[in-house]
């Protein structure tokens, strides 16, 4: 059982917005940066937003990332078949004193 | 542009240790900026992040994995290493090494940049 809990799916038309949350405690979001990776099928986890609501070089505006309390949300913008894959959450767990990630979101444009 | 290609034996008996590398290019394992990291991803368990190096030797570990594994990084090769030691059938994952990116203040590091990622099957 993840630390992190994501919902394990989420679904949409395309073109259409979802939304991916990721809960926590005061231990891990409440007090540290949240990143989030986007997963294809078969590949290797990939950056999206990292300290909470930032995108690296390359990244479309289309992913977006927020944080509130000890919760964090993925946003995903104009939904592509592209973006089918799943998505993971993912900080430092002070008390733990270890990275920690969610289960992983599969998201699957309808 | 920076790559990271894991390597090591595909397959590694139960008790045995189980030895990865790290091959960085394009870019410098001494860049003062970053750590380098190991993850793995099993069904059964998702992402576990197993650990960090840093070049000037530092480490920090899982503390679920800490007593079995050693993180190196050899900055005269620009890779860095992984050891886990004692493995089960529970070891058996696909193994990542990313570039972790140091924070000015704050915890939560980001992984930058990950290995396209190397299936071990711990079995006899």
């Known amino acids: 059982q993840s630390v992190l809990t994501q919902p394990p799916s989420v679904s949409a038309a395309p073109g259409q917005k979802v939304t991916i949350s990721c809960s926590g405690s005061?231990?891990?979001?409440?007090?540290?940066?949240v990143s989030w990776y986007q997963q294809l099928p078969g590949t290797a986890p990939k950056l999206l937003i990292y300290?909470?609501?930032k995108r690296p070089s390359g990244i479309p505006d289309r992913f977006s990332g927020s944080k509130s309390g000890t919760s964090a949300t993925l946003g995903i913008a104009g939904l592509q078949t592209g973006d089918e894959a799943h998505y993971y959450c993912?900080?430092?767990?002070?008390?733990?004193?270890?990275?920690?990630f969610g289960g992983g979101t599969e998201v699957t444009v309808l | 542009q920076l790559q990271l290609q894991e390597s090591g034996p595909g397959l590694v008996k139960p008790s045995e240790t189980l030895s990865l590398t790290c091959s960085v290019s394009g870019g410098s394992i001494s860049n003062s900026s970053y750590f380098w990291g190991w993850i793995r991803q099993s069904p059964g368990r998702g992402l576990e992040w197993i650990g960090n190096?840093?070049?000037?030797?530092?480490?920090s570990y899982s503390p679920s994995l800490k007593s079995r594994v050693t993180i190196s990084v050899d900055t005269s090769k620009n890779h860095f290493s992984l050891k886990l030691g004692s493995v089960t059938a529970a070891d058996t994952a696909v193994y990542y090494c990313?570039?972790?990116?140091?924070?000015?203040?704050?915890?939560?590091?980001?992984?930058?940049?990950w290995g396209q990622g190397t299936l071990i099957i711990v079995s006899s």
């Open positions: 300290e909470n609501n």
């Open positions: 190096g840093f070049y000037t030797g530092r480490t």
């Open positions: 005061t231990s891990n979001i409440g007090n540290n940066y």
């Open positions: 993912g900080t430092w767990d002070s008390s733990l004193s270890s990275a920690v």
């Open positions: 990313a570039r972790v990116r140091r924070l000015a203040s704050g915890s939560g590091s980001p992984l930058d940049n």
